[in-house]
């Protein structure tokens, strides 16, 4: 058996979605996937195929889930997004203002909103961590609450590839008493029944994908050239093993670590993209819906070394990536997990994966599905 099965549905319009999907198993570009759109806060398409494991011995079933690395910092923006709203936290604000010992080290006027667009010049701890020390919330803050920015907050952006979870996630933390990945659950992902989780608990590591990783020269060390670059790669280098660990697994991780498919993320979104509203109930304002899509900072990445435009937490079409409505938004994962989001249009697209591809926001897999679905939709 070369090919596993694909199940889940299409709606007709959008058929040519599926023969996409199902042509990435038969070139072997996919091993096992999910993908997902919703329009108008309904799923139209919900597609899932192929196996679990490298040794293909583990179906992808309907609830399978993976970790989707970078993908998960959409979850902790919108759960800072949701606090906001509620007039709990302002993103103009000094980060000290929650987080008094964050003000260390030339750091009092760093505002929320530096953090949530990777402006704040924290993009890797200065002190040498292991993987482990991830694992450690009280660690992991505390280092970068200590520690002087790399860059003067503000006037430059640099991919925030782990210490983003951390930094917004205490502040939440502060605010709140409890951690992001509870107030995630008991907020949004609980409310609508969106099997997406930051700190997975043991009892679901039945239904976990396995990660393989991207081929030999495609690790996230590959193409390093700045000092930048080298300690967001290697403080801690990134090891896809860790993933199938319960160490991994169970930590909160806000920025790499949650756990999902592309059903719950897209739907997760619909959120964001029907004006705060899903499956009928409202979780935010128009208003602060749309405050995602405020830009914050744009221009050459210290870090990926791409143009990039970054919104609220999200990054904004343009730049590297360009997008059908001006009003959309992404990001995506190491590996090539994806979630898009477009307020014109009301829909999400969203992607997950076991076969990890060289890249750290999205990749060709997941943006043929998007544009075939945006051919479906009318927007190309």
Not at 69 to 86: E, H, N, P, Q, V
């Amino acid at each position: 058996m070369t090919q596993g099965d694909t199940g889940g549905f299409t709606h007709e319009r959008f058929s040519s979605v599926q023969t996409v999907f199902e042509s990435n198993f038969a070139s072997g570009a996919d091993i096992g996937a999910s993908f997902c759109v919703t329009l108008e806060g309904e799923t139209v398409v919900d597609l899932w195929g192929g196996f679990a494991d490298d040794a293909r011995t583990r179906p992808w079933e309907r609830d399978t889930i993976v970790n989707v690395y970078s993908t998960t910092k959409t979850m902790t923006a919108l759960t800072a997004l949701l606090l906001a709203d509620r007039g709990e936290l302002d993103f103009d604000a000094p980060v000290a203002r929650y987080w008094p010992e964050f003000a260390a080290a030339g750091k009092a006027d760093i505002k929320v909103s530096h953090l949530m667009s990777h402006a704040s010049g924290l993009s890797g701890w200065k002190e040498p961590i292991t993987t482990e020390d991830l694992y450690d919330w009280d660690k992991a803050t505390a280092l970068l609450a200590a520690q002087a920015p790399y860059w003067e907050p503000g006037t430059a952006l640099g991919y925030h590839a782990l210490t983003q979870g951390y930094l917004v996630g205490e502040v939440v933390r502060r605010i709140t008493g409890k951690s992001l990945g509870t107030v995630f659950r008991e907020e949004i992902a609980g409310p609508l029944g969106a099997d997406f989780h930051i700190g997975l608990p043991a009892s679901e590591d039945g239904r976990v994908a396995d990660l393989i990783p991207p081929p030999p020269g495609g690790s996230i060390s590959a193409g390093v050239q700045t000092p930048l670059q080298a300690n967001m790669a290697n403080n801690p280098g990134i090891d896809v093993s860790a993933t199938r660990t319960r160490g991994w697994r169970g930590a909160e991780i806000p920025a790499a670590g949650g756990a999902g498919n592309a059903r719950s993320v897209a739907e997760i979104h619909t959120i964001l993209a029907n004006g705060g509203v899903a499956k009928g109930r409202r979780f935010l304002s128009e208003a602060g819906c749309r405050k995602a899509l405020e830009l914050q900072i744009a221009g050459d990445d210290l870090i990926l070394g791409v143009p990039t435009r970054y919104g609220m937490g999200f990054g904004l079409g343009g730049g590297a990536v360009p997008l059908p409505s001006p009003n959309s938004m992404y990001w995506g994962g190491y590996g090539g997990s994806l979630i898009i989001i477009d307020m014109d249009a009301r829909t999400t697209i969203a992607y997950a994966m076991t076969k990890m591809a060289a890249t750290t926001s999205g990749d060709m897999r997941a943006f043929s599905l998007a544009m075939a679905s945006w051919e479906a939709l009318g927007l190309v």
